[in-house]
């Protein structure tokens, strides 16, 4: 103690210094539960998606098919034939099947894989081509118990909002059983003309279109080809859509509601019917309106061009409903308005013209496909189609008669004077008119044992005559040659580099490649290798490419049955050794082709070149294919060229003779499977045919 002061104590005050550090600590707690409750809210939500995603798939997932399809298409002037594939939902408990109508519409056979991996065959019940949707049915084995398949359950399409999470269901790349997830991006997808702003359709291969009635779901589901015809559906477990298109992460589905439309007029009628008024509708947004639909165009003859209505017309009303379309994604649901009104029915139309109100009467007629039915008339060698109504108008053809859609070279139609092409109309097919297909078929059976039949065709706008001689195809004659001597080996000339490199520059000759087996050059003992050097004593002089022939031509002036005496040397020894000269065996050319017009491919005998190439046994017997056309049936069904056939349905086949006949038994008997026993690369192999009779034998 100093002067009375005293000195504070400096303590150390350890709740003091704790205060900070537990503050921290608090807001890392805070912090440490605020993201846990964060993950925990994720993983509640993943939970619960993953719960839909299971539900949804175990509820539709049964009901997914995957369909396999015989297709059959004309090209060059005749039928061909491909295998397609793509997926399709069950939705009946009676088998009946959604899919699109570019998986199906070609199809003469259908098969149909269950997710249990059964497979069965389908039958068409409809196609639609202004939906792409067609309708089958599972037939299943004959005489089996009737039984209950697994299906799924059409939702409501209309329902759907942007964002909501589907599902797509199909068999990409022909993969089965696929499920992708994603979101509806927009349910009212319709594809637009940037530059007029008109709705544009979706073009299928052959030309059909689709999309005048379709607003699509477009989603960002993973779609491949494969997928198309497979169910889109929602986390409820509903088929909300059929999958039409896809890529470039972007995929479309038609809508559950037109598929509903389809399914039902099938089950009730077998066929699928539309209304149709014959003009086109524009939105009216730009002419600053809300209600009504504005006329684009009418067309010549139709039921609104007998109504009187005319482009430029504001129609407000088809049959006592308001007809309000001003933005375009709305002008499909104009054209699913009159789709559905009776065909034959008279309805009023309100429309507004010039300011003034006008209300006109139109009958409703039925919608026509744009394409007809095609066919093939193989005994003349083309193809051709039914013209519709609409093909009429938009390729002035005329509306009875039928196009030529293609010709095949060599048969009698490619004979006609002047010619016929593709895109003519048959009018008249010898005296006989022609309407339709049916017309051409029956005149075609009337005048078949007639040589020379006049036909009547247009061309644009002109109407023409031609002649056409009404014979088959003769095929080739096979060259004829007097047999030559031969020697049964296969050689290159002794070039002066290939006498370098085997260390002998002055050497001239052949030098032996092969030596055919059976011949008398494989007994006289000749080896690949030897060089030959002389003949009968004279050196050959052979040492440029163009002596190639050399030995050969001199060989060919000698008498068949003679010996030639060839000197050779064979590992730097000279040897003499004695051949006799045989006929040259005929060439695959001197042999007549053999050709099964029902699976469409060539045949011929085989020879003991083709022996002795492809070291087949001296006694191999069988016919070789020569010809396989793209899109026959024995394409289709993997017989290659080159197959040499030894059985047919387990008939062996030793000759063209032996070929004929029992394909003249296959053809009566019609067998659901060809079974072809094959010799190929030097191995045995089967290829089953599988031909669709009725159409092939019509």
Request: net charge neutral; aromatic share 6%; charged share 25%.
């Amino acid at each position: 103690m100093l002067g009375g002061g005293s000195i504070p104590c400096m303590r150390y005050n350890l709740g003091e210094a704790l205060r900070p550090m537990r503050r921290l600590f608090g807001l890392l707690i805070g912090f440490a539960l605020t993201i846990s409750a964060q993950a925990q809210g994720r993983a509640v939500l993943e939970d619960a998606l993953r719960r839909d995603i299971e539900r949804a798939r175990d509820k539709v997932f049964p009901a997914l098919v995957n369909i396999l399809v015989v297709n059959r298409y004309f090209d060059g002037g005749r039928a061909q034939y491909s295998l397609g594939g793509g997926s399709g939902v069950i939705v009946s408990p009676d088998g009946l099947v959604l899919t699109n109508y570019h998986v199906a519409s070609d199809a003469v056979r259908l098969f149909c894989t269950l997710t249990t991996g059964e497979r069965l065959e389908a039958e068409a019940l409809w196609h639609d081509a202004m939906t792409d949707l067609s309708v089958l049915r599972l037939k299943p084995p004959v005489n089996s118990p009737k039984r209950a398949f697994p299906y799924a359950t059409l939702g409501d399409s209309d329902a759907l909002q942007t964002g909501e999470y589907v599902l797509a269901m199909g068999n990409p790349l022909l993969l089965a059983s696929s499920i992708t997830l994603g979101i509806v991006s927009n349910p009212k997808r319709v594809f637009l003309n940037p530059f007029n702003q008109e709705l544009e359709d979706a073009e299928f291969e052959r030309g059909d279109r689709s999309g005048m009635l379709t607003r699509w779901i477009q989603h960002d589901a993973l779609i491949l080809p494969g997928n198309s015809g497979g169910p889109l559906v929602n986390l409820r477990g509903e088929v909300v859509g059929i999958n039409q298109l896809g890529g470039a992460g972007l995929g479309f589905a038609i809508p559950s509601r037109i598929a509903k439309s389809v399914l039902e007029q099938v089950r009730q009628t077998g066929r699928v019917e539309r209304g149709w008024l014959g003009f086109r509708a524009m939105p009216t947004e730009k002419l600053r309106r809300n209600d009504g639909v504005l006329v684009g165009a009418v067309t010549p003859n139709s039921p609104a061009d007998k109504a009187g209505i005319q482009p430029g017309d504001i129609i407000l009303s088809i049959d006592g409903k308001p007809t309000n379309a001003r933005f375009p994604e709305e002008i499909p649901l104009i054209y699913l308005q009159i789709a559905e009104l009776p065909i034959g029915k008279t309805v009023s139309i309100e429309l507004l013209r010039n300011g003034e109100r006008k209300t006109v009467q139109a009958q409703v007629e039925r919608m026509e496909p744009y394409y007809g039915e095609e066919d093939e008339f193989r005994t003349l060698g083309f193809t051709a189609r039914d013209i519709t109504r609409p093909m009429a108008r938009a390729n002035r053809l005329p509306e009875e008669g039928v196009q030529v859609t293609g010709i095949r070279p060599g048969y009698p139609l490619d004979t006609a004077e002047p010619k016929l092409t593709t895109g003519d109309a048959i009018l008249q097919f010898g005296d006989r008119k022609i309407r339709n297909l049916n017309d051409l078929r029956e005149a075609i059976e009337a005048h078949k044992n007639q040589e020379n039949i006049p036909i009547v065709f247009q061309r644009r706008t002109e109407t023409l005559i031609t002649v056409i001689r009404n014979r088959p195809p003769s095929p080739p004659s096979p060259s004829v040659e007097l047999p030559r001597a031969w020697i049964g080996v296969r050689t290159q000339v002794i070039t002066q580099s290939v006498a370098q490199a085997l260390g002998a520059p002055n050497l001239k000759g052949f030098r032996i490649t092969e030596v055919l087996p059976y011949t008398e050059a494989s007994k006289a003992g000749l080896q690949v290798g030897d060089l030959i050097v002389a003949l009968n004593g004279e050196p050959l002089d052979a040492f440029r490419t163009q002596d190639a022939r050399d030995l050969e031509r001199r060989i060919e002036r000698m008498d068949i049955g003679s010996e030639v005496k060839l000197t050779i040397l064979r590992n730097g020894e000279q040897r003499e050794l004695s051949v006799k000269l045989e006929p040259n065996p005929a060439a695959a050319e001197a042999m007549q082709n053999v050709r099964q017009n029902e699976l469409d491919f060539a045949v011929r005998n085989i020879t003991p070149f083709d022996r002795m190439r492809n070291r087949w046994r001296e006694d191999q017997r069988g016919v070789l294919v020569t010809d396989v056309p793209n899109g026959s049936w024995a394409q289709l069904g993997g017989l290659r060229t080159g197959d040499l056939i030894l059985s047919i349905n387990e008939q062996p086949i030793q000759n063209t003779q032996d070929f004929q006949q029992v394909m003249q038994e296959v053809i009566k008997q019609r067998p659901p499977v060809v079974i072809f026993y094959v010799l190929r690369d030097r191995e045995t192999s089967f290829v089953f045919i599988e031909p669709d009779w009725k159409e092939i034998t019509q």
